[in-house]
């Protein structure tokens, strides 16, 4: 059980920069050499031992170094890989498959890993000990970056925070409902086509105007106007010079829709 939303958990399992602060086991580091976080993309990571172990590691004497495959990603529930080890030595052949099955629970998450074919050159004991280290790293590292809530009595003025940013389509986190973000941010252009498959997107017009392209029409939004998007709905916003929006969306959700967009900046 780890204290963290689910999109939060979800986030976590496909975010390269939190990946190397959980995924390492104890007295290994880890940097990515690419990563592609979407079905049938993959990632090359390089671990490297503090400390040379007597019996080298997997790839040379002080690194192991992994490839691995996605090969389903279903936020925010489920991540597969399939993951290969570079080694010479044949304990470490094959591909291991392995599946990280997440469920809410009174907001927090119960996670499951599932392991199949792991090489031989691993002991099961070893690789639930590994498991079980990387778990408790990837829970504290969320309870320990959980954002404080926003006592009922504190306030923020969406425009005077807006003021602040210099950055067009840039989500700004100003408000929390349960495990929700209200993100507001200034626009202006044109944005990307994109879609989110597993939530609605709300969308509240502050000032300004914002037109949604959707497949059979499009949506033009002024002040105070607000319009939803269903989830599974490609849609293109566009706005004008002076806009600014507030959306409604899961936390964890990020804003174009990939595993690797941005989920929103919390303000300190």
Do not use: C
């Not at 998450?109 to 990837?138: C, F, K, W, Y």
């Not at 849609?235 to 959700?253: F, K, L, Y």
């Amino acid at each position: 059980m780890i204290h963290a939303p689910q999109h939060d958990v979800y986030a976590a399992l496909v975010d390269p920069a939190l990946l190397v602060r959980w995924l390492p086991p104890h007295g290994m580091t880890g940097r990515f050499e690419h990563f592609d976080a979407r079905a049938g993309g993959s990632y090359r990571l390089v671990l490297t031992y503090s400390t040379t172990p007597s019996t080298g590691g997997k790839t040379t004497s002080d690194s192991d170094v992994v490839h691995a495959r996605f090969l389903a990603l279903e936020p925010p529930e489920r991540v597969v890989q399939a993951v290969d080890f570079e080694s010479a030595d044949e304990a470490f052949a094959g591909t291991m498959r392995m599946t990280w099955e997440l469920r809410a629970s009174s907001g927090a998450t119960l996670v499951a890993i599932r392991a199949e074919d792991v090489p031989a050159g691993i002991t099961p004991e070893d690789h639930a000990a590994g498991m079980q280290a990387s778990l408790a790293n990837l829970a504290r590292l969320l309870e320990e970056q959980a954002p404080a809530r926003l006592a009922v009595a504190d306030k923020r003025n969406v425009h005077d925070v807006l003021d602040g940013v210099a950055e067009l389509w840039s989500p700004h986190v100003v408000g929390e409902v349960n495990d929700y973000d209200v993100k507001a941010a200034n626009v202006e252009g044109d944005y990307a086509e994109h879609v989110h498959e597993d939530t609605d997107e709300v969308f509240l017009v502050l000032t300004g105007r914002l037109h949604l392209d959707l497949p059979d029409r499009t949506v033009s939004l002024g002040p105070m106007d607000v319009f939803t998007v269903p989830r599974g709905v490609r849609h293109r916003p566009r706005a004008e010079p002076g806009t600014r929006i507030v959306n409604v969306e899961p936390r964890g959700t990020t804003q174009d829709g990939t595993a690797t967009g941005t989920t929103g900046h919390r303000l300190g």
